[in-house]
């Protein structure tokens, strides 16, 4: 018997922006406790694609989309799904750090408190907790109370993921987490990623090449509204099957 | 990218210029014991330096291209295994320069030809560098098709070598010395073929992203 021990299983996905379609029967698995990496030129629907995992894409006008992306064996887009509960599971991380314009105390406890955890002491257990996990309770222990927007876009990407991690969710969605961090700051976030991997599932678009092979144990290379290749990491950036992946990697186009 | 695109190709030509180089050079050398010829032998002896001279700017460009461009994929394969096949290829090019140093010798000593086996080990590593240097051109991996059973029939003939070589000098005392040679010789023949199999493993990598063994 094979063991299947997938997260997510996007089987067929097809996704309209109006008459445009973006995305065009992406099948793919998203293993538990793995990085799935997406790679791709720009417009190749890898973000759309894992905006579609936490139903990001409902926010815009005129967007359909058909074939199933099931979440622990639910389909996430089934009538009776509750959307808020699916994006308290698959939580997100944007390409520019977006903290809340409030404490850092604050910006952890606002989802927990939206979900309803009240105790003083509870919340204060998921802040450290929430800043361990994210590996910046070091740095900011001291100044809960100051302001997010003091900290360094690192930290501020740091304090973002910590953020996810405060409402505990299965998987972290990350849309290219590191484009705007400088290179210590993105190899902390790496190394967070790799740590962050025993907890939880991690799927991250990125652009930089070597991030991808250096962090994901899967990667998908994607191309205009394809999923061309999905494989073992090491795979794709060694001898991947098919010639536009070798191309597109190596910069021959894109 | 474009950068990139031509400091590869330049890579890729020296290496195989350096070859091509030392395919000669093996060539040269079973030229110059079959013929007993000492200009040969000398051409052989002066073109190491040339060799040597290749594997250090080759290593440079490509540690060069490491750092500026982190090849990928097959990109990265052509990189690696260019920076593997100059060390098998200085190699073989340093036991060129001995095997035609051993001619010089034998030619010193009054011989009129070499022996026999030891010069179809010759031809043998001749075969085996050429299909390393087509292969590296044409990208045709069957090439490699035979270079096992050579390195076979490489190993055969070594032993007889040696076994001939001992029967010798046991009967005379006075061909020690050239004997001693003719060992010698045999032994970098032998390694210049076990250096062209591990040049095609690593070339078969380079074309197909596959490990094999050769031998």
């Not at chain 1, 995305?23 to 793995?34: A, C, F, G, Q, T």
């Not at chain 1, 799904?81 to 390409?95: E, L, S, Y």
């Not at chain 1, 991690?165 to 972290?172: A, D, K, M, N, T």
């Not at chain 2, 594997?55 to 260019?82: C, F």
Request: hydrophobic share 40%.
């Amino acid at each position: 018997m094979i063991i299947v021990n997938n997260v997510i299983d996007i089987e067929k996905l097809n996704l309209w922006y109006g008459d445009n379609q973006a995305l065009i029967d992406v099948s793919m698995p998203v293993e538990r406790n793995k990085v799935t990496a997406l790679i791709g030129p720009s417009g190749c629907g890898k973000s759309t694609l894992l905006r579609s995992i936490n139903r990001m894409n409902d926010l815009i006008d005129n967007c359909k989309i058909e074939g199933n992306m099931m979440f622990n064996g639910e389909d996430i887009y089934d009538s009776k799904t509750d959307v808020i509960k699916v994006r308290k599971k698959i939580g997100m991380i944007f390409q520019k750090p977006n903290p809340f314009p409030m404490s850092i105390r604050d910006n952890i406890t606002y989802g927990p408190k939206i979900h309803g955890v009240t105790d003083r002491n509870e919340l204060e257990k998921i802040v450290e907790d929430s800043l361990k996990g994210a590996a910046l309770w070091e740095e900011v222990k001291d100044r809960l109370d100051k302001s997010a927007m003091t900290l360094s876009g690192g930290q501020q990407q740091r304090l973002c993921i910590a953020r996810t991690l405060s409402v505990s969710p299965e998987v972290i969605l990350m849309d290219e987490p590191t484009s705007a961090l400088d290179p210590i700051a993105t190899s902390k976030i790496e190394d967070l990623m790799i740590e962050l991997v025993k907890k939880y599932t991690v799927v991250i678009v990125t652009h930089n090449m070597q991030q991808a092979a250096r962090i994901s144990d899967r990667t998908g290379f994607m191309y205009l509204g394809e999923l061309v290749e999905f494989d073992d990491t090491e795979k794709i950036f060694e001898k991947p099957s098919m010639e536009l992946t070798d191309r597109y990697i190596s910069g021959r186009f894109g | 990218m474009k950068r990139f695109l031509e400091d590869l190709d330049n890579l890729v030509k020296n290496t195989n210029d350096m070859a091509a180089l030392v395919l000669s050079m093996v060539e040269r050398s079973v030229y110059s014991l079959e013929n007993v010829d000492r200009d040969v032998a000398n051409s052989v002896v002066e073109d190491y330096s040339q060799v040597d001279y290749l594997d250090g700017v080759i290593e440079e460009d490509a540690l060069r291209i490491l750092m500026l461009y982190q090849p990928m994929v097959s990109d990265m394969r052509v990189v690696a295994v260019i920076l593997k096949v100059i060390t098998y290829m200085e190699r073989i090019g340093k036991y060129s320069y001995n095997i035609a140093k051993g001619a010089l010798f034998l030619a010193d000593r009054g011989l009129k030809h070499a022996y026999r086996h030891v010069t179809d080990m010759g031809h043998i590593a001749i075969d085996m560098v050429r299909m390393v240097v087509e292969t590296a051109l044409d990208k045709d991996l069957s090439h490699f098709d035979t270079i096992s059973d050579k390195d076979q029939e490489m190993d055969f003939l070594r032993n007889k070598v040696i076994s001939s070589s001992v029967d010798y000098m046991t009967k005379d005392p006075g061909c020690i010395d050239v004997c001693t040679y003719f060992i010698s010789i045999s032994k970098f023949y032998e390694r210049i073929g076990d250096h062209a199999c591990k040049s095609a493993e690593k070339l078969t990598y380079m074309i197909n992203g596959k490990r094999v063994t050769y031998n």
